[in-house]
């Protein structure tokens, strides 16, 4: 079975653009996350989504937004990109949405110039 | 929130030598899971291991929740093993659908 899958695996965008980054999770997995990862830090939660609903948000700013679609992909959207915006971004699915593991996939990073 | 610390933040060993990784949380947790991230940036699940031991291969987890620490054992270290181990918690109360990570532990293992 295929894991994790996200696109695009590289991305680069100036200062003030728009982005979306895209997720397909394990086949029968209904829950969806979102993780930023900067440079020598562990990943810091920004969404969960589970049968097409927000349950979950961290300390993001608004310039973030996600949704989760029929099939249970989902999108991560961020506008008026920053420098400091520059991360590897990384979704995980797990099967539901309360203490499920979570099993991650390579991660789209973005370089913000 | 609950706080994740990891220790030691660097290791250093020569291929074939022993190693132990902790990890301490600070509430009570209801997923716990150990990653490793390689030098490309893949997170790789080791184990899922809320509480009890668990062995795959050369790897072992024993996670005491009710002392709220879990550690990692590395056997017979090769230099594939290099790279970023990571612990993640989500705890029972609060937050419970979110992953909170701790800093990791840089492993270089040399030949």
């Known amino acids: 079975d295929a894991g994790v899958t996200q696109s695009p695996t590289h991305l680069i965008k100036t200062r003030g653009q728009q982005v979306t980054l895209r997720c397909s999770p394990i086949s029968g997995h209904k829950s969806v996350s979102w993780y930023q990862q900067v440079l020598g830090q562990g990943p810091q939660f920004i969404f969960q989504?589970?049968?097409?609903?927000?349950?979950g948000r961290g300390n993001f700013p608004d310039r973030f937004s996600a949704r989760q679609f029929p099939n249970y992909s989902s999108e991560l959207n961020v506008n008026a990109l920053l420098l400091g915006d520059s991360a590897l971004y990384l979704c995980?699915?797990?099967?539901?949405?309360?203490?499920?593991?979570?099993?991650f996939g390579d991660g789209t990073r973005l370089s913000i110039l | 929130g609950i706080q994740v610390e990891q220790s030691p933040p660097d290791l250093i060993l020569q291929e074939g030598a022993n190693s132990t990784l902790r990890c301490n949380f600070s509430?009570?947790?209801?997923?716990l899971q150990w990653f490793h991230q390689n030098p490309w940036g893949q997170l790789i699940n080791l184990f899922y291991i809320p509480s009890g031991t668990k062995q795959n291969g050369r790897l072992s987890a024993t996670t005491v929740a009710t002392e709220r620490y879990s550690l990692l054992y590395i056997s017979s270290s090769q230099t594939t093993d290099s790279g970023v181990y990571f612990c993640?918690?989500?705890?029972?109360?609060?937050?419970?659908?979110?992953?909170?990570f701790g800093k990791g532990t840089l492993l270089t293992v040399n030949p």
């Open positions: 995980a699915s797990s099967l539901g949405y309360f203490g499920q593991p979570q099993h």
């Open positions: 993640a918690v989500l705890n029972s109360g609060g937050s419970n659908y979110k992953l909170t």
């Open positions: 989504y589970y049968e097409k609903e927000e349950r």
């Open positions: 509430d009570s947790v209801n997923n």
